[in-house]
């Protein structure tokens, strides 16, 4: 079975430093991979996804992810972060396109004036 | 614009009583999914729905029980809650996968006194 590991529970980055949240995923083939964040107070929303063709993913607010067939990562990046991405961002999986997907249990990040 | 709502954002019950939450979405989505959100756990799928009245068993679903009698509600039932019951409730939706973009409400906080 698939599954999803954020190493970092809470990561704490200064406004306008860069920012990359970890995940690695425990799956033979190539799975669907996403990246959702969660505001205070709302539901989650996705920020990008992966199924297949150019690595490197670019997603909504600036964020990009880049999937690491060797290293079973897809780690979460953007190049400059502002207060308003103070949130919790979730990994998730689906070893195929009809599967479940399987959440990671969250990296919280905070951000410093 | 795309929306999922629940019933209620926050709800007080006692150990026994049965319990309704509900969802409806307006996307005329085929997918429906009820997540408990725990800190440190991450997001758990309780039940998901790939149709009306069909259902079927996520990661948790001791204790929960869904009914959806048309397509754009899902309820969640607890039977007779419990204070292990007491957590936040996600309701989501999605197109016709469940790797389709899952698109979230904005919680319930369930305590069970």
């Known amino acids: 079975a698939q599954s999803v590991t954020q190493p970092d529970i809470h990561i704490t980055v200064s406004e306008g430093a860069s920012l990359e949240l970890r995940c690695n995923y425990s799956?033979?083939?190539?799975?669907?991979l996403f990246w959702y964040v969660q505001s205070p107070g709302q539901g989650l929303q996705l920020l990008l996804k992966?199924?297949?063709?150019?690595?490197l993913v670019q997603g909504i607010k600036g964020f990009e992810a880049e999937f690491k067939r060797s290293q079973s990562s897809f780690n979460l990046r953007k190049p400059s972060v502002h207060w308003s991405d103070a949130a919790e961002y979730f990994c998730?999986?689906?070893?195929?396109?009809?599967?479940?997907?399987?959440f990671g249990k969250g990296t919280r990040l905070h951000i410093l004036p | 614009d795309v929306k999922v709502t629940q019933s209620s954002r926050y709800l007080v019950k006692r150990t026994g009583e049965k319990v309704f939450l509900e969802c409806v979405q307006d996307m005329d989505h085929e997918n429906m999914f009820w997540y408990r959100q725990d800190p440190g756990l991450g997001l758990r799928l309780i039940y998901f729905?790939?149709?009306?009245?069909?259902?079927e068993k996520g990661d948790i679903p001791e204790g929960y029980s869904v009914s959806r009698e048309k397509k754009e509600r899902f309820s969640l039932i607890l039977e007779s809650a419990s204070t292990n019951q007491t957590s936040m409730y996600l309701c989501?939706?999605?197109?016709?996968?469940?790797?389709?973009?899952?698109?979230f409400g904005p919680g319930t906080r369930l305590t069970v006194l």
């Open positions: 992966y199924f297949s063709g150019d690595t």
């Open positions: 998730a999986v689906g070893a195929n396109r009809d599967d479940k997907i399987i």
């Open positions: 799956y033979g083939a190539t799975p669907y």
């Open positions: 729905s790939y149709d009306v009245k069909m259902k």
């Open positions: 989501a939706s999605s197109s016709s996968t469940p790797t389709d973009t899952q698109y």
